[in-house]
């Protein structure tokens, strides 16, 4: 199955942005590829330009109390696993105090780091990270794997906090949802929303088999999915044929 993800606000958006650039970046610098590594590099400063909002620090602490106020409303409830409870609650603690105490914006320490800033000065143009723009970040391409590693490592450290409460606070928020099985006639599929629920994350897992990809769109009143299917005239169409997903709205 194929997992799309949709979000109803910003906040939401931006925390899926940076959900998938971490997850690049663990992969990257796992690799020991030069090319690998240049890449993991531009992904630490991808991650730099999105999280470079002046409210995204506050919107994550919010989120971090928010989710910790709601799980201790479960305290004495028998239906729940104290013991989980409590480790999910410290979770949120300690990313709570994590984020609280790096100061200023994301990444802000790695911009101190002027080597890397005559990087990030080249990557915008295309082929400006040759040899002869950049002979020390040529030369630092050619040190040992487990070097340029344990470099990355430094420079990815000052993101950890970030990206180990966005990736807590989207499992509580993807866990709130209940999948459900729908049926598509003719390749459209609308639903309206019920009035007094927000609702931040649409969740749609459609077979692979049936070829066809979902074009999402909703707001707080309703959401729209229509089925699209890639022809060989490398155009998306529009399919008219019966099928079904599973969706999950998530609050």
């Known amino acids: ?16 942005r940076l959900e998938h650039l971490f997850h690049r970046l663990g992969e990257l610098v796992e690799r020991e590829s030069p090319t690998d590594h240049h890449y993991a590099i531009t992904t630490i400063f991808e991650i730099m330009d999105v999280g470079a909002r002046a409210d995204l ?6 989120d971090l109390e928010k989710q910790k106020h709601v799980l201790n409303g479960y305290r004495g409830n028998p ?7 409590g480790e999910v609650t410290s979770q949120l603690e300690g990313c709570f105090a ?19 800033m005559s990087i990030r000065s080249r990557v915008g143009i295309p082929g400006g990270t040759c040899e002869f723009d950049l002979p020390a970040y040529y030369a630092w391409q050619h040190l040992r ?18 990206a180990d409460s966005i990736r807590l606070l989207l499992r509580l928020l993807r866990d709130s949802g209940a ?7 003719s390749g459209q599929y609308q639903q309206a929303l019920p009035q007094g629920r927000t609702f931040q994350l ?3 897992r459609i077979d692979p088999a049936l070829g066809l990809i979902p074009e ?3 707001n707080r009143l309703m959401v729209s999915v229509r089925l699209m299917r890639l022809e060989s005239d490398d155009r998306l169409h529009a399919s008219t044929d019966d099928s079904t997903f599973e969706l999950t709205l998530c609050s």
């Open 57 to 62: 620090k506050t919107d994550v602490l919010k």
């Open 179 to 185: 999948p459900q099985k729908v049926m598509v006639p």
């Open 145 to 162: 794997p487990i070097t340029r590693q344990q470099d990355l490592q430094r420079w990815i450290a000052p993101l950890v906090p970030l």
């Open 98 to 116: 994590a984020v609280n105490n790096f100061p200023g914006k994301v990444g802000q320490s790695l911009t101190e780091n002027d080597w890397l």
């Open 216 to 218: 999402i769109s909703g």
């Open 1 to 16: 199955m194929i997992l799309y993800e949709y979000p109803f606000n910003e906040r939401i958006r931006t925390y899926l």
């Open 79 to 85: 239906a729940i696993s104290e013991a989980v409870l």
């Open 202 to 204: 649409l969740r749609l």
